[in-house]
Nanobody, 115 residues
Framework: QVQLVESGGGLVQPGGSLRLSCTASGSIFNLYTLGWYRQAPGKQREYVAA???????DYADAVKGRFTISRDKVKTEVYLQMNSLKPEDTAVYYC?????????WGQGTQVTVSS
């Protein structure tokens, strides 16, 4: 089972940027598809972006062109670079690792976009 720890959240003004990091432990980390999800108050958790073991990427329409997901296989980390942030991006952001039926979640990191 992969253990995940997110960091990098915080308060940012609209139009600003943040970079989230997720550090993973586990010997087969590089085989996992890694993703970011978010949950705003009163809403269901939603998909944000994913990156496969071969570094293919995918994004939700709401963040396409503004967010970039990447991974460092040596450091066993995954990142989410968030630019042009909007108030509606405010949420707790969660890191996820999937391999077949296995799925692990981090504890989440709060991102607040407000002036």
């Amino acid at each position: 089972q992969v253990q995940l720890v997110e960091s990098g959240g915080g308060l940012v003004q609209p139009g600003g940027s943040l970079r989230l990091s997720c550090t993973a432990s586990g010997s087969i980390f590089n085989l996992y598809t890694l993703g970011w999800y978010r949950q705003a108050p009163g809403k269901q958790r939603e998909y944000v972006a994913a990156i496969t073991s071969s570094s293919g990427t995918d994004y939700a329409d709401a963040v396409k062109g503004r967010f970039t997901i990447s991974r460092d296989k040596v450091k066993t980390e995954v990142y989410l670079q968030m630019n042009s942030l909007k108030p509606e991006d405010t949420a707790v952001y969660y890191c996820n690792a999937k391999l077949g039926a296995r799925s692990s979640w981090g504890q989440g990191t709060q991102v607040t976009v407000s002036s």
